[in-house]
């Protein structure tokens, strides 16, 4: 059974920083783009950062860009994200996701629901106190 798994994921101030893991299972994730995307609080599942398959692209979203880093260690089939200076609107649940038919510059500008990536995690919360 392919499975991601999610973790890390936690209360904390703003001004914080946490790491989250997403750790796969059931196959090997080498040649897959993975990504993290988030969904606040009533709100739609948003792109937060992507990385290909060799980790030489890499994307994130602009409300992101230089507080959070996306990396990924192949040998043990895993993707993370390192946040730091959160802040409130940060508040969400994070999701791993993996694809294998498109890109990291792709997945920073598909509908991640109406695409339908090939793998989803359950998600982790995260929630910035201020």
């Known amino acids: 059974q392919v499975e991601l798994v999610e973790s890390g994921g936690g209360l904390v101030q703003a001004g914080g920083s946490l790491r989250l893991s997403c750790t796969a299972s059931?196959?090997?994730?080498?040649?897959?783009?993975m990504g993290w995307f988030r969904q606040p609080p009533g709100k739609e599942r948003e792109f937060v950062a992507a990385?290909?398959?060799?980790?030489?692209?890499?994307y994130y979203a602009d409300s992101v860009k230089g507080r959070f880093t996306i990396s990924r260690d192949n040998a043990k089939n895993a993707v993370y994200l390192q946040m730091n200076s959160l802040k409130p609107e940060d508040t969400a649940v994070y999701y791993c996701?993996?694809?294998?038919?498109?890109?990291?510059?792709?997945?920073?500008?598909?509908?991640?629901?109406?695409?339908?990536?090939?793998?989803w995690g359950k998600g982790a919360l995260v929630t910035v106190s201020s």
């Open positions: 059931g196959r090997t994730f080498s040649s897959y783009a």
């Open positions: 996701a993996a694809d294998l038919g498109t890109t990291a510059q792709s997945m920073a500008v598909i509908d991640p629901i109406s695409y339908g990536m090939d793998y």
């Open positions: 990385i290909s398959w060799s980790g030489d692209s890499i």
